[in-house]
């Protein structure tokens, strides 16, 4: 087995999802739990979500990127890979920190869902009133 020297590595979470993301130097190949970004990702926007740092820092074709993901939808799941690549490439370069940060993709999205309440149907419905 061989070793990548420049390997960065960074977590990313977002509702319940986790990624684990490494970053190379290389072509711009990016997968996420073996399978490329556009067939893991099927929608548009959530692969184009999930490589948005790449653009900010104008180093798509440039980074190569690895993800592994559990937990959550495929929303959540985009997100958490943004906010992994996004920490890497931060420990790749300092520099590029303050164009992350700029673009909000270093800030982790802080929204849960809600817990159900008891005696309710769910978090803020409420059964039906009745007077009689």
């Known amino acids: 087995m061989s ?7 960074g977590t990313g979470r977002r509702k319940t999802a986790t990624a684990r993301v490494r970053i190379t ?4 190949k990016l997968t996420v739990n073996g399978a490329e970004f556009d067939r893991y990702f099927t929608h548009d926007n959530f ?5 948005a740092p790449l653009l900010t820092t104008e180093l798509r074709e440039k980074i190569d990127v690895t993800a592994n993901v559990a937990g959550g939808g495929v929303a959540g799941q985009a997100g958490a890979v943004a906010h992994g690549i996004a920490r ?6 300092p520099e590029l920190r303050a164009a992350l940060k700029q673009a909000g993709h ?3 999205d802080p929204r849960e869902k809600e817990r159900k309440k008891p005696g309710q149907p769910g978090a803020r419905k409420r059964f039906q009133f009745s007077k009689r």
Do not use: D, H, I, P
């Not at 890497?88 to 370069?93: G, R, S, V, Y």
């Open 47 to 51: 692969s184009r979500q999930a490589y």
């Open 106 to 108: 270093l800030t982790r």
């Open 88 to 93: 890497a490439l931060q420990k790749l370069n």
């Open 25 to 28: 130097e290389g072509t711009g």
């Open 3 to 9: 070793t990548a020297t420049n390997v960065f590595m």
